[in-house]
């Protein structure tokens, strides 16, 4: 359950804190939330955000390097001990500033682009250090869920224009080849070729002229029922 995960994150990221005399209170805010006492702990998390706001960089800096080791490695440890008060008033601003000095360390540019979703600071981060395959996988999911949500809701309708996701499939392609890890490349090869087996039979069906797509697939043996589908697969 997701609750228990960020409840046994919450414990280890709070206990963690406690060796810094300057974060006891984000401790303080990470043991009442585990307790389920969110007015107090958001008391305490104020607490800790109103000094830290003028915090040197040095300071915000260590803060951050301390923090996103825990979210990369630890289930849910970038929801319950990473709440939208710290999120916003420290971790962004503070990322920013870093990521405009940083010329070496990919690290600020790859955090800043997952966790706050921006695909610019991913590449970024690529761009410093192309072996990062965590940074990759981060960016390949993204692109690869636009393409299952272009086709999720088949035989219904298609979300978009398949030609553009067939273009899309093209650069998760050469990104999946950038892998370090053969069974990572193996493994997304095959999540995008089951949503591009369903885009394929889509852009077919339309040059085909069939008014009906699902019954287009039956009468040609070809995959147009999204649900069905991948219930099959996931039930195997």
């Not at 006492?37 to 958001?42: I, Y």
């Not at 008060?85 to 010329?103: M, N």
Request: net charge negative; glycine share 4%.
């Amino acid at each position: 359950m997701i609750a228990e995960e960020q409840n046994k994150a919450l414990l280890i990221v709070g206990n963690s804190a406690l060796n810094n005399v300057e974060w006891v209170n984000y401790a303080n805010y990470c043991f009442e939330r585990e307790k389920g006492n969110r007015k107090e702990a958001f008391v305490y998390l104020n607490m800790f955000i109103t000094p830290a706001q003028h915090w040197s960089f040095d300071d915000k800096k260590a803060f951050i390097e301390f923090l996103f080791p825990f979210f990369e490695n630890l289930p849910d440890a970038d929801y319950g001990p990473f709440p939208q008060p710290l999120k916003e008033k420290i971790v962004k601003p503070a990322l920013l500033s870093w990521c405009e000095v940083e010329k070496e360390d990919n690290r600020p540019f790859k955090w800043f682009g997952k966790y706050f979703r921006n695909e610019e600071y991913l590449l970024k981060a690529l761009q410093i250090d192309p072996a990062d395959d965590s940074a990759r996988e981060t960016l390949i999911g993204w692109w690869c869920y636009n393409i299952y949500y272009a086709v999720h809701h088949l035989p219904d309708g298609y979300i978009g224009e398949p030609e553009d996701d067939i273009e899309l499939s093209k650069r998760i392609e050469e990104q999946i080849s950038l892998l370090s890890i053969k069974e990572l490349q193996i493994y997304w090869a095959n999540e995008l070729e089951e949503d591009l087996v369903f885009v394929r039979n889509y852009i077919e069906w339309r040059k085909f002229g069939h008014s009906n797509f699902e019954q287009w697939g039956q009468e040609n043996n070809r995959q147009t029922n999204y649900r069905i589908s991948r219930a099959y697969y996931y039930e195997k």
